[in-house]
């Protein structure tokens, strides 16, 4: 990505934050004139960044604005490849829409789609996902996985590892998975996964992930008819975390996950989603084909697959209407 | 009366059934359906041994059926390409139960175009037909679950 006069002196005013750089400096690793660099710096200002100016030494960074951008995105995305190609909104249809067009003209893998504001967000089967809402964490990314699209599939359950992964990193909250991959807090919804993908029968062109998770939630900000089945961080927690932070911590744990995974393949991190499970060990009832069983549910096989057992036969699940609540 | 592309689904269903004999009665009329299994064959190959028995009645109802039974008996599979599944899971052709279909029979595609959607464990694998050709038959149910290879559509190529 080829950085504006901008981005890279966001770049390195935040790779020095621990230290004073003078504007000549600045000026001479950018290559612009020292007040080229100051009004760039005004500019910053404007936008909410803080430094702080000291005669002689030169300026640092002290902090930023709050407000999800690229700049903000970018600035602290402590990743090799994921969301170091980006865009952001204020606010779009659907995250997941722009990076299927994205992915259509050649995205690199790891490009990301962040916005404010989702009009038309969306899980399966084009259900609507209440999104609008500035609270939340709404974006979507590409990846180009080398594996057989068969393998595709559980990059679902480690996109789920990844949040849990991020949420116990901030919170002592208990969350869990209800499989594959929502994400609940004391059985209450707050992050959702939808994973779409364009293959061949031995080659993946791409995937894109989308997530939503409610971040910064009043209970009063969602509608009437989900109320009772939702939750966010705030509600849970009574803190308000940043949004970018999230997103940023979350693309960096998906991304050690989703390496390690590329190398290992899933059996390494079948019992951590496991850990997870929402409402393992108990009973399901669930339709295949229009047809209603049960059985207990002890756990998923290494191919991502939920295992039901019903007098010591087992069912694998691969997709089925399962009655969670 | 049972129209052509009625009789076409009932045998096609038969053909992806288990079920080796169908008799259906309906306004005055009867149908069977009589599958001969040979177990080396595709599905989609299988021989039918179709009888129409309306009742006295229903005269010109029988020609027209015998006429039909005979085109069907002796056509050989009007596909030449057959896309298969690349995953288990549930086979969609809509975008969501309120959409338009991706593709009908007779519709023209090309390589890129959109056939159906296959999901499973919530990963949404959208399936391009990789030919140029004619949707023939569709060879599978919206939502049906599929097996891994299961057929689902069969095309003409160009």
């Given at each position: 990505m080829v950085l504006s006069n901008r981005e890279r002196l966001i770049q390195l005013l935040s790779q020095n934050m621990h230290t004073y750089v003078?504007?000549?400096?600045?000026?001479?690793?950018?290559?612009?004139?020292?007040?080229?660099?100051?009004?760039?710096?005004?500019?910053?200002?404007?936008?909410?960044?803080?430094?702080?100016?000291?005669?002689?030494?030169g300026y640092r960074?002290?902090?930023?604005?709050?407000?999800?951008?690229?700049?903000?995105?970018?600035?602290?995305?402590?990743?090799?490849?994921?969301?170091?190609?980006?865009?952001?909104?204020?606010?779009?249809?659907?995250?997941?829409?722009?990076?299927?067009?994205?992915?259509?003209e050649n995205a690199p893998e790891g490009y990301l789609i962040v916005t404010d504001s989702q009009l038309k967000g969306r899980g399966r089967l084009q259900r609507r996902f209440q999104s609008e809402n500035k609270n939340g964490g709404w974006f979507s990314f590409i990846l180009r996985p080398d594996i057989p699209p068969l393998h595709a599939q559980k990059l679902t359950l480690i996109t789920a590892i990844a949040l849990i992964r991020t949420i116990k990193q901030k919170t002592t909250l208990q969350p869990q998975i209800k499989w594959p991959n929502d994400v609940l807090i004391n059985?209450?919804?707050l992050a959702g996964i939808l994973t779409e993908m364009q293959a061949e029968q031995d080659r993946i062109h791409y995937m894109v992930i989308g997530v939503g998770i409610n971040i910064n939630h009043r209970p009063d900000e969602f509608s009437d008819d989900i109320k009772d089945k939702v939750t966010s961080l705030l509600i849970e927690?009574?803190?308000?975390?940043?949004?970018?932070h999230f997103i940023q911590d979350f693309l960096k744990n998906f991304e050690a996950l989703y390496e390690a995974f590329l190398k290992e393949g899933f059996l390494t991190f079948k019992e951590e989603w496991e850990q997870s499970a929402f409402r393992l060990g108990e009973e399901l009832t669930y339709k295949k084909n229009k047809q209603t069983f049960s059985g207990t549910f002890i756990g998923i096989h290494e191919d991502g697959a939920l295992v039901v057992e019903k007098d010591g036969i087992k069912d694998y699940l691969y997709s089925a209407e399962i009655d969670w609540f | 009366m049972f129209t052509i592309s009625e009789l076409k689904q009932l045998i096609e269903a038969l053909d992806q059934s288990t079920v080796n004999e169908l008799s259906l009665?309906?306004?005055?009329?009867?149908?069977?359906?009589?599958?001969?299994?040979?177990?080396?064959?595709?599905?989609?190959?299988h021989p039918l041994v179709y009888q129409a028995s309306p009742e006295p009645q229903s005269v010109p109802i029988q020609t027209q059926q015998e006429e039909e039974a005979t085109d069907l008996n002796i056509s050989e599979p009007a596909y030449d390409h057959v896309l298969k599944s690349p995953m288990v899971g549930t086979f969609y052709l809509q975008a969501s139960p309120e959409s338009e279909p991706y593709v009908r029979v007779g519709d023209v595609i090309g390589q890129n175009t959109t056939l159906c959607t296959i999901e499973a464990m919530k990963l949404f694998n959208e399936i391009e037909?990789?030919?140029?050709?004619?949707?023939?038959?569709?060879?599978?149910?919206?939502?049906?679950?599929?097996?891994y290879n299961q057929p689902l559509f069969g095309i003409k190529t160009k």
């Open positions: 003078s504007g000549q400096w600045l000026s001479n690793e950018l290559g612009i004139s020292r007040t080229a660099v100051w009004k760039q710096m005004k500019h910053l200002e404007e936008d909410g960044y803080h430094f702080k100016a000291v005669p002689n030494k960074l002290i902090d930023m604005p709050d407000k999800v951008s690229e700049n903000t995105l970018f600035w602290g995305m402590d990743t090799r490849v994921l969301g170091q190609t980006l865009e952001y909104h204020e606010q779009v249809e659907s995250t997941q829409d722009i990076a299927h067009m994205r992915a259509r059985g209450r919804k927690t009574g803190d308000h975390f940043k949004r970018r | 009665e309906q306004e005055g009329q009867k149908l069977k359906l009589k599958k001969q299994m040979t177990s080396s064959m595709a599905p989609s190959q037909a990789e030919v140029d050709g004619e949707i023939v038959e569709i060879l599978a149910e919206n939502g049906e679950l599929v097996e």
